[in-house]
């Protein structure tokens, strides 16, 4: 699945204001206006998959894992574990192996940015 810029800049937004629960799909923008954005990367805009229908959850305290969830099925519980239970090889057209970046920084705080790598296995 992918996510429009829209829809990653509210999940994350969302994340850190702290929403718990489920949360229809066509309601999110709602609680977290978000502003429009870039065209993306090199100017291509990613859309979603259509469907406005659906909801989002926030139950995950990592926001990586927050991500992961919502890309394998959001807040239909039914679609996320038949998502993760789909046996190699097979999960392979449906989820691959996935790899969510994260980067949080403060304005003003530049020179004390450091570089770290870990690796981190999600608690879905």
Request: without cysteine; hydrophobic residues 40%; charged residues 20%.
């Given at each position: 699945m992918y996510f429009s810029n829209e829809e990653v800049v509210g999940l994350?937004?969302?994340?850190?204001?702290g929403l718990k629960g489920t949360v229809p799909k066509s309601e999110l923008p709602?609680?977290?206006p978000t502003s429009l954005g870039s065209q993306g990367v090199n100017g291509k805009r990613y859309a979603?998959?259509?469907?406005?229908?659906g909801s989002?959850?926030?139950?995950?305290?990592?926001?990586?894992?927050h991500l992961i969830r919502n890309a394998c099925g959001g807040g239909n519980e039914m679609a996320f574990r038949r998502s993760l239970s789909i046996p190699a090889p097979y999960s392979r057209r449906h989820r691959d192996d996935m790899t969510v970046t994260v980067v949080c920084w403060e304005e003003g705080k530049e020179a004390e940015a450091e570089i770290r790598s870990e690796k981190f296995k999600s608690k879905l």
């Open positions: 994350v937004a969302g994340h850190l204001t709602n609680l977290v979603s998959d259509g469907k406005a229908n989002w959850i926030f139950k995950d305290e990592n926001l990586s894992t």
